[in-house]
């Protein structure tokens, strides 16, 4: 198997240059990938299910920094979590045209459920994240400016996988401020 690891990090920003005055709004995706990812899925979520391990929590977090030698934190980190839970119904209204399926996940983002039909909707729910940072211009100060996020996840042990915790940083974004 793959080692879990965290990939595909982007920082998108809305423009490249702002005034002193204005608002910065920077978007930052990222996966996990790996072993944690392929080991969450339909067979494996049944056999928690029957051994009573109904629930999976992943902490993340995600830090823009800016500067070279001395990095300096940009607006607020986000230090938050993921929660899926595992569970068993008849609910006529999901239905799986394919199976007959029973066990399902909810997974809840930022305290928003969410119940996908397929494996991989589940997987994108719980693995994939895409979180906006939203800072002051005059917190930078004027000049050119490079921007990078540091993304960092942890789990701990489940039927399924063992604990574990990865880390990454982006490629810098360079933001101009007049």
């Known amino acids: 198997m793959v080692e879990s690891k965290i990939s595909d990090i982007g920082i998108v920003k809305n423009k490249g240059e702002y005034a002193l005055n204005d608002t910065i709004e920077v978007n930052v995706s990222f996966k996990v990938e790996g ?47 993921r929660k899926a839970a595992i569970f068993w119904t008849r609910n006529p209204k999901l239905v799986n045209p394919h199976k007959d399926r029973r066990i399902w996940v909810q997974v809840a983002k930022n305290f928003e459920p969410f119940i996908r039909l397929s494996e991989e909707e589940v997987r994108q729910e719980l ?19 490079k921007i990078g996020a540091e993304v960092f996840a942890s789990w701990q042990k489940h039927d399924y996988t063992e604990p574990g915790n990865v880390k990454n940083s982006s490629k810098e974004i360079e933001i101009t401020i007049n």
């Open 127 to 145: 693995f994939d994240f895409n979180e906006k940072f939203v800072f002051k211009a005059s917190d930078l100060g004027k000049g050119k400016h």
């Open 35 to 81: 072993e944690l990812r392929d080991a969450f899925n339909e067979t494996n979520w049944t056999k928690a299910y029957n051994n009573n391990d109904v629930s999976f929590k992943m902490k993340y977090g995600i830090k823009l920094i800016s500067g070279g030698f001395r990095k300096k934190e940009i607006g607020k980190t986000i230090d938050t979590y």
